[in-house]
């Protein structure tokens, strides 16, 4: 992206919000309180906050209405929300345009110590219902209080039962088994997609046994890369017996075809090409030991938030046990940023059945693991490239 274009799509982005706080201004009398809500993420993420959350909120809470503005895909669109964020704070207004956002969880690394966020998360009724590890730390920045997680996208090792009848419960099984069934294990490595980094980033993790201080405590340690020398050479060599996809959907595509047997998926994905007749019903998934990387997305409240009060109580309703239910698991299917159990009774049992049958919320809670933080993924990368041949 050239200068000229990234100065002017924080510009516009900062412009829109603008225009659209002072018409809500012009017409408080039809709206007396208009909630603004940045969010980042693809363009579901607006969709979900203009078409499903909004109209629900404000038919469950009449005169509140949500203004959604949407800040694009991946930590660039997390960025903005801070950028404008940090506009915020600068400029000393005693109340600020915007109200709450949605974000990633490296925000809170750029967020930390710079005083820009309410501490409200606690004070929500729903706040109860939260047990995620991630509600509590964000790739080593203390978060909790701050955050409420709305969903969670998980990555596990889906399989096809007619041909994998007991399927490893872990890596050392699965280097194991890759030997005695060559080319049906299939991943995409580092290029094409999440699923292959996050299970090369768990590969890691079992390799070292570092993931609480790769992925939470931190702090980075150079001397920590050289150390991992031997596992890439092993996961090398575990590459010899596996299939390299093309990315995401290369995955599941070869999974649907037969080509292979076996690779890593993010679950909602998995689910979302079940319902869409790409993948056989059949096949399932297992989350192995010692676990697997995923990633929430959360919700912050700016501390000078306009209508902070009525932030919370949006928060609140996209949190509670009914939306996650409705449209976390059911419309996108995610995993719900609560506890799963607290599910149970809000949608059908078809449809819990279905989302946690091969991974349970205990096994979420047990094994759902961060990304690493900042400096080791980016050398955890970079270390695949030197050392996988």
């Known amino acids: ?6 100065f002017w799509v924080p510009f516009v982005v900062f412009a829109v919000i603008g225009l659209l706080v002072m018409t809500g201004q012009e017409e408080s009398e039809a709206a007396p309180i208009r909630l603004v809500y940045m969010t980042a993420g693809d363009v579901n993420m607006l969709a979900l906050g203009q078409n ?7 038919k469950k809470n009449p005169g509140i209405s949500l203004m959604t503005v949407h800040t694009g895909p991946g930590d660039a669109g997390s960025r903005l929300i801070f950028e404008k964020l940090s506009a915020e704070a600068d400029s000393k207004k005693a109340m600020w345009d915007v109200d709450v956002a949605m974000v990633h969880q490296i925000f809170l690394k750029w967020a930390e110590g710079k005083d820009l966020l309410l501490p409200y998360a606690k004070e929500l009724s729903t706040w109860k219902y939260v047990t995620s590890p991630f509600a509590k730390n964000s790739l080593g920045v203390p978060a909790e209080g701050y955050v409420m997680p709305m969903f969670h996208s998980q990555t596990a090792l889906a399989y096809n039962p007619d041909y994998v009848k007991d399927p490893p419960k872990n890596y050392a099984e699965l280097v194991e088994w890759v030997k005695k069934n060559p080319q049906k294990f299939g991943y995409n490595g580092i290029k094409g997609g999440m699923s292959g980094v996050a299970f090369t980033v768990g590969w890691v993790y079992w390799k070292t046994g570092k993931y609480n201080q790769y992925a939470v405590t931190g702090p980075f340690d150079k001397a920590e890369i050289a150390t991992w020398e031997q596992a890439y050479k092993d996961l090398g060599e575990f590459n010899k017996f596996v299939t390299i996809t093309a990315g995401n959907v290369g995955t599941l595509d070869a999974l649907n075809r037969g080509e292979i047997w076996m690779g890593p998926v993010w679950v909602d994905m998995f ?7 790409k993948l ?3 096949t399932r998934m297992i989350l192995p030991e010692p676990g697997m990387p995923g990633q929430p997305m959360y919700f912050v409240i700016f501390k000078k938030a306009a209508h902070a009060k009525e932030a919370k109580k949006f928060v609140e309703f996209v949190t509670s046990p009914e939306i996650q239910a409705k449209e976390i698991v059911t419309r996108f ?7 799963g ?8 049992a078809e449809t819990f059945n279905k989302i946690y049958k091969d991974v349970t919320p205990a096994d979420l809670s047990k094994k759902g693991q961060s990304l690493p933080l900042a400096q080791y993924f980016a050398t955890m990368l970079e270390s695949y490239e030197k050392w996988v041949k």
């Open 271 to 277: 689910f979302t090409f079940m319902s869409e007749g």
């Open 341 to 348: 159990s607290h599910l149970k009774g809000a949608i059908p």
């Open 333 to 339: 299917n995610w995993y719900p940023g609560i506890d």
């Open 1 to 6: 992206m050239s200068p000229k274009k990234s």
């Open 52 to 58: 499903v959350l909004g109209p629900a909120f404000s």
């Open 280 to 282: 056989d019903p059949k």
